[in-house]
């Protein structure tokens, strides 16, 4: 304790919070969640429970930190109180409330310490960061079914050619991944020395590449070589370190590399014999585009591979797909199955991808476009945010994902709820938590180290059942294989994404899955829908044929 507070009262935060009126435990736990409550069930609403339900959404460093809850919170204070807090942080002693409630606080800075320490309330020590080693020494058991050695040949016979640009496209959870990394080492070993780049656009996508070619190249490699991640906060590469190895890139950090020194994208194309492109259905993106024009076009022997369970933009925008299909030849290796009319039939048959019990649950309670949203709908790629703002507010249908979720955890250990908005995942989360759920929302704004442990929860072998309600980040670069279940609350236009939420929960026994997974999807009356997973595979056959 510093000397400071040492010679003060300390006021303690169960303290503060046991004085928070009905009106403050509403804004701390949601409005929109506490109408919910009221409306399922008046006893999840009084105010003692409504405090139990605030900490298990929050922890008091949360609430501390953040500067609206702050501020609800430091009103409570006695004003005897308020006069030492304020003194403490060396802060005006007239009108302490004024300067209290309008502090700017830096986080781990010396008054965010002494904060916490007048309330007793722990900060959380980041443990030091580790090296990461950019060199691994990796000796040669990673197999490949049927279905991917044969296309992993077709693919390499593609890159070959005199076009050597393809798309490898394979439903979720049939090991594109892997493939692709047997096709990387098959390159390395070929042409060395030499140097493949991973494009991704996303850091849990990056990972997860780098970690599957770690296991990769340790079971088929030929040489030690160079592993080097480049995205998010790690340091610069230089040119000269670039010379015999496998770079995995994040789209965002390679652009702006890109964009400042021309020269290191110029001399690494030099060096690349083959570009893999995770999500390849993005490949004809500005950011994406612009790397390529470096990384692929500067050498006619460059290979370009993209990776895709959809192999397409939209679903109702032809021109769009054909510039997709025209950017790699028109040339896309499926999987080849005799006597199936799908691929997805095959490899649900034979225990690859989970049998789908799909069940859509119709709601016409939304009530009906205007005819300005209407107009707004057929000339979006997507529904617009103000429909997925108004659909996250009703009750009606909130209650009936409530219900669906709630009923799917009864029998599956892993649930996935795929939200409307950011704030609807919240919702969701916090009204199960009431519910006495174990539930989570994973959004953009969840803190990294606080959306690692939930993570990890998820994705661990604890037979008790968890559900996880998210909104835009766990579409894609999200394995968690005991996934049996999802909820998709959240109406869309896009069959690249439809596809993405189904495919989170298809895995399959032999791929470490389950047999049988379900899917629930709220189906809005006025909103457009999509089928069975087959369907949406061969969806874009007809941009990929000559």
């Not at 310490?113 to 959380?124: C, G, I, M, P």
């Not at 049927?146 to 439903?171: C, I, K, W, Y």
């Not at 997860?208 to 995205?231: K, M, N, P, T």
Request: proline share 5%; net charge negative; hydrophobic share 40%.
């Amino acid at each position: 304790m510093s000397e400071s507070t040492a010679s003060l009262t300390r006021y303690s935060f169960d303290q503060l919070i046991a004085r928070a009126d009905d009106q403050t435990l509403q804004q701390l736990v949601g409005r929109h969640a506490v109408r919910l409550l009221d409306a399922l069930d008046p006893k999840l609403t009084t105010p003692s429970r409504l405090r139990e339900i605030c900490l298990q959404l929050h922890s008091p460093l949360e609430l501390l930190r953040d500067r609206k809850t702050r501020a609800l919170l430091l009103a409570l204070l006695p004003r005897e109180r308020a006069h030492d807090l304020a003194s403490l942080l060396g802060l005006g002693e007239d009108e302490p409330y004024t300067s209290l409630l309008t502090l700017k606080i830096r986080r781990e800075s010396k008054i965010e310490r002494d904060l916490l320490e007048f309330f007793s309330v722990a900060r959380y020590v980041r443990p030091p960061p580790q090296d990461v080693e950019v060199v691994s020494e990796l000796t040669p058991s990673y197999l490949l079914f049927d279905h991917q050695r044969s296309a992993r040949r077709r693919v390499l016979e593609t890159l070959n050619g005199s076009e050597p640009r393809v798309v490898l496209h394979m439903p979720t959870g049939s090991g594109k991944t892997r493939t692709a990394m047997h096709i990387a080492t098959d390159i390395l070993r070929l042409h060395e020395p030499t140097v493949v780049v991973w494009l991704a656009y996303s850091e849990e996508l990056c990972e997860q590449a780098a970690s599957e070619f770690d296991e990769a190249w340790e079971c088929l490699g030929d040489r030690q070589i160079d592993v080097h991640r480049y995205w998010g906060g790690t340091a610069d590469l230089s040119v000269e370190s670039v010379r015999d190895g496998f770079l995995v890139g994040g789209l965002g950090k390679m652009f702006e590399r890109a964009r400042r020194d021309g020269d290191f994208i110029s001399r690494l194309a030099d060096r690349t014999s083959l570009v893999i492109i995770d999500e390849a259905h993005q490949a004809i993106a500005p950011t994406y585009k612009f790397l390529l024009d470096y990384l692929v076009e500067r050498r006619d022997d460059t290979g370009l591979l993209g990776l895709t369970a959809t192999p397409g933009r939209t679903w109702n925008d032809p021109a769009a797909d054909l510039e997709l299909a025209a950017f790699f030849r028109q040339q896309k290796v499926s999987l080849q199955v005799p006597n199936y009319r799908s691929p997805v039939d095959y490899l649900i048959d034979n225990g690859y991808l989970a049998r789908l019990h799909f069940r859509p649950m119709a709601y016409d309670g939304g009530g009906h476009l205007t005819d300005r949203e209407l107009r707004v709908l057929s000339v979006s790629l997507d529904v617009p945010v103000s429909i997925l703002k108004r659909l996250a507010e009703d009750e009606q249908r909130n209650m009936i994902v409530v219900d669906a979720v709630e009923e799917l955890a009864g029998r599956h250990p892993r649930t996935l709820v795929f939200a409307a908005t950011v704030d609807h995942a919240k919702l969701i989360a916090t009204v199960l938590q009431a519910r006495h759920m174990d539930a989570v929302a994973i959004t953009s704004d969840t803190p990294r180290d606080e959306r690692s442990r939930s993570l990890a929860r998820f994705k661990s072998n604890s037979p008790e059942p968890m559900i996880l309600c998210n909104f835009g980040v766990l579409t894609t670069g999200f394995d968690a294989p005991r996934t049996s279940a999802a909820v998709i609350a959240r109406p869309t236009k896009s069959l690249v994404l439809y596809s993405q939420m189904i495919g989170r929960a298809t895995r399959g026994p032999r791929a470490g899955g389950n047999a049988d997974a379900e899917v629930v999807s709220v189906v809005d009356s006025s909103l457009p829908g999509f089928g069975e997973l087959s369907e949406m595979f061969d969806n874009w056959e007809d941009v990929w044929s000559d």
